[in-house]
């Protein structure tokens, strides 16, 4: 699987050796995070349902590692990946996840809607769609302000059947607005294979034409292929020529949630996906290109160390004070609505 | 003092805050080139610009989820829904999205926007065209709710729901566009969540909402000429939030109330008032709590049936009468 858009530029990038690290770094994090989480849900500690990313970090370590630090991501509830990727800390993530009130809303959002804006991480959103008109809102926002932002919004395949998508790209095309859509085609919708269920064969970039888009595949398991995407989609959208529709090929790991384990997957595709892992293979092509094992095993090493340590500080997380039951309806803090 | 019509006092509304307010855009269907189908926004893209008055296609999920994501990322946009029939077709972007994203974001999340909109029938626009929706925002928290009936109301409480620091559904009733008022000169702003007694009376108290307003404040001066009876009329202006001060200090003065409510009966806003005041003001009533409404019904588009299903002057009047005389 290689670009289709690419035309002047080499397959494989020369991407800085520190920023191959770096995105390394952010992948091998968002697997050591959401390994434990999952381990963590089955302990009881994490409520409700989460939706891991395992499988899926080549995407969101390629997107943000070509972001600027003050670009915003928008997200769905299979999130961790993309907030972790933008540099929230895990400890209050994790917090969020068992419910605690130092969670990174305090509790009241939970897995489904990480957010922390002090990193651009404006939202994961719960109802599949939703996002895009909404990344379109902040990327106009960007652009009526002059602030050279760019609004980078992730879904996966199934959001392309639904309306929001097509209104959100249409709206966007029509502005010029500096939003890159990044559809993680992860081949099932929930249960379904999205082909069973889509009238084209590339659900993303089968649609681009519609919108007077170039179609874009990229081999979401290549964090490097991600990257050179990444970085072309991000800088159109910051020179004023408009949005991008990138279609990454990629698998989820697990099932869709907590409660799947998978199993409508044939075994055969489920390990010829496992086999095509984006971390062993980023960790190998960085050892051929002279990274010393060493450095690579003091990343891994780290990664543990610090969901460890992110552990530690959520289970001795104190429970929501009753108080914030009521607080942050409106902007004055409280949810007072008659006098 | 000016003399407007409740259409020229949005616009006008509008412009007095984007001449203050440079974060302060505006966009939706046929509201920038056309001024709008109901000629609510004439002026604004010659005055303003098309930066910040813009024409969308017909998506409202885009043009709600627009304003939001703009009003996450430091501008303070209005969005116009052409009819409030259509908040349906956006309404995750509304319920979902807008009303619960500071709560679930622990107030990391602002969002000062407006979502306008024609709300209300009387125009023979059929069940899709004329319904009051104000209920449904009333019933989500996270979103305060604006109805005003007269055209100085339009100009201060948009004013005042374009700088609120949260979500505003402002409902515009159609059937009062063509409505003339004196607004007062200079920037107008009116606080939201203040209800407005706009005739005084000792006998009964008459809440009404936008349309309904000027309909019990006519019913109130029949029962006055022809029974002598004197009806206080209060228009709330805002559901969310609810001056509940103000109903209840009515109704300790007239010990009988009276909602008259565009909405199909279940769960309309005057259930809400009802049972704050069977809560808060029990012991000053005299007799039970009577609520005029539409029945239960949607609106049809034939004349003598849509007039036999809103609350008219006649209903009003007529239905406060009977109860009195019931009580007597």
Excluded at chain 1, 8 to 34: G, H, I, K, N, W
Excluded at chain 1, 206 to 216: F, K, T
Excluded at chain 1, 304 to 311: F, L, N, R, S, T
Excluded at chain 2, 96 to 109: E, F, H, L, P, S
């Amino acid at each position: 699987m290689t670009t289709t858009r690419d035309r002047t530029s080499p397959q494989v990038p020369d991407v800085p050796l520190d920023a191959r690290l770096a995105m390394y770094r952010t992948m091998v994090e968002c697997r050591t995070f959401e390994e434990r989480a999952q381990q963590l849900f089955f302990e009881g500690l994490v409520r409700g349902t989460t939706h891991l990313g395992n499988g899926q970090e080549a995407v969101a370590a390629g997107f943000a590692g070509a972001m600027r630090s003050d670009d915003y991501t928008f997200c769905t509830y299979r999130g961790h990946n993309h907030t972790l990727a933008r540099g929230v800390p895990m400890a209050p993530i994790l917090a969020e996840l068992f419910g605690r009130g130092t969670g990174l809303m305090g509790g009241k959002g939970g897995s489904m809607h990480l957010t922390s804006v002090a990193h651009g991480a404006m939202g994961s959103y719960a109802i599949v769609g939703a996002h895009l008109p909404i990344a379109v809102g902040a990327a106009w926002s960007a652009q009526y302000r002059k602030s050279g932002q760019v609004a980078v919004c992730f879904f996966g395949d199934g959001t392309t059947n639904i309306g929001s998508f097509h209104e959100a790209l249409n709206l966007a095309a029509v502005w010029k607005a500096p939003v890159v859509f990044v559809c993680e085609n992860n081949h099932y919708m929930e249960y379904t294979a999205i082909g069973d269920v889509t009238a084209v064969a590339r659900p993303a970039a089968d649609r681009a034409s519609a919108y007077g888009l170039e179609p874009i595949v990229v081999d979401g398991n290549d964090v490097r292929a991600v990257y050179e995407v990444a970085r072309r989609a991000i800088d159109r959208a910051r020179d004023g020529d408009g949005p991008s529709l990138v279609e990454a090929i990629t698998y989820r790991h697990g099932g869709h949630s907590r409660a799947d384990p998978g199993k409508y997957r044939p075994d055969a595709e489920v390990q010829a996906w496992l086999a095509r892992d984006p971390i062993p293979a980023e960790r190998a092509r960085l050892l051929a290109d002279g990274v010393a094992e060493a450095t690579l095993a003091g990343i891994d090493a780290a990664a543990g160390a610090a969901v460890a340590a992110a552990e530690a500080i959520a289970r001795e997380a104190p429970e929501p004070d009753p108080a914030s039951l009521t607080t942050q309806v409106w902007a004055d803090g409280g949810s007072s609505w008659r006098n | 003092m000016a003399e407007l019509t409740y259409r020229q006092a949005v616009a006008a509304a509008i412009a007095q805050e984007m001449e203050r307010d440079p974060s302060v855009v505006f966009i939706g269907e046929d509201v920038a080139a056309a001024g709008g189908v109901f000629k609510t926004t004439e002026g604004l893209l010659a005055r303003f610009g098309p930066e910040r008055v813009r024409d969308t296609p017909i998506s409202e999920q885009a043009i709600v989820g627009a304003v939001m994501g703009a009003a996450m990322t430091g501008l303070r946009p209005i969005g116009e829904l052409m009819f409030s029939d259509f908040f349906a077709v956006a309404w995750d972007m509304i319920a979902n999205q807008i009303a619960k994203t500071r709560y679930m974001t622990d107030g990391q999340v602002s969002l000062p926007l407006v979502l306008r909109t024609a709300n209300g029938g009387g125009l023979r626009f059929g069940a899709q065209h004329s319904q009051s929706v104000e209920n449904w925002a009333m019933a989500i928290p996270g979103l305060k709710v604006v109805a005003p009936s007269t055209p100085a109301d339009v100009l201060g409480l948009l004013a005042a729901a374009i700088r609120d620091p949260d979500p505003v559904i402002f409902c515009e009733h159609k059937g009062l566009f063509a409505t003339k008022g004196e607004v007062p000169d200079g920037e107008h702003v009116e606080p939201l969540g203040t209800a407005r007694i706009v005739r005084e009376g000792t006998d009964v108290t008459v809440i009404a909402l936008a349309a309904m307003v000027p309909r019990a404040l006519e019913a109130a001066e029949r029962l006055q000429a022809e029974d002598g009876l004197s009806a206080e009329v209060i228009d709330l202006r805002c559901l969310v939030p609810l001056d509940t001060a103000a109903i209840l200090a009515s109704v300790k003065k007239t010990s009988r109330v009276f909602t008259v409510e565009e909405n199909p009966r279940l769960c309309g806003w005057g259930a809400e008032v009802a049972s704050i005041v069977a809560d808060d003001g029990f012991y000053s009533l005299d007799a039970p709590i009577v609520r005029i409404t539409t029945p239960h019904v949607p609106l049809a588009s034939a004349a003598v049936l849509e007039d036999l299903a809103m609350p008219s002057v006649e209903r009003i009047s007529d239905t406060i009468r009977r109860r009195l005389d019931e009580a007597r």
